[in-house]
Nanobody, 120 residues
Framework: QVQLAESGGGSVEAGGSLRLSCAGS??????MAWFRQAPGKEREGVAI???????TYADAVKGRFTISRDNAKNTLHLYMNNLKPDDTAMYYC???WGRGTLFPKDYAYWGQGTQVTVSS
């Protein structure tokens, strides 16, 4: 079992930065990832980091977001720079031992989410 708890969301103006954190407890999953879901839209993958440090980013956030992970502390972070109004969404931390893709179905464990709002 894995329990995940996100923190760090908030409201910022376009061009600003935020850092999201995810504290994990229980088992340490091979894949940990960030997803987001805007109102009326499907949940989409943002970034993945596996146990060995391999990362994958969605095209929409490449060059702006950085995912980091501390296996010893079972924590995951997302550093978001140059935020845009389109980044507004609920952000979720996810974990699993699946295929490590950016598809939500590949992750068995989810946090409750933290809201990020970017104003223009």
């Amino acid at each position: 079992q894995v329990q995940l708890a996100e923190s760090g969301g908030g409201s910022v103006e376009a061009g600003g930065s935020l850092r999201l954190s995810c504290a994990g407890s229980g088992a340490l999953a091979w894949y940990m990832a960030w997803f987001r879901q805007a109102p009326g839209k499907e949940r989409e993958g943002v970034a993945i980091r596996d146990y060995d440090g391999k990362t994958t980013y969605a095209d929409a956030v490449k060059g702006r977001f950085t995912i980091s992970r501390d296996n010893a502390k079972n924590t995951l972070h997302l550093y978001m720079n140059n935020l845009k109004p389109d980044d507004t969404a609920m952000y979720y931390c996810a974990a699993g031992w699946g295929r490590g893709t950016l598809f939500p179905k590949d992750y068995a464990y989810w946090g409750q989410g933290t809201q990020v709002t970017v104003s223009s």
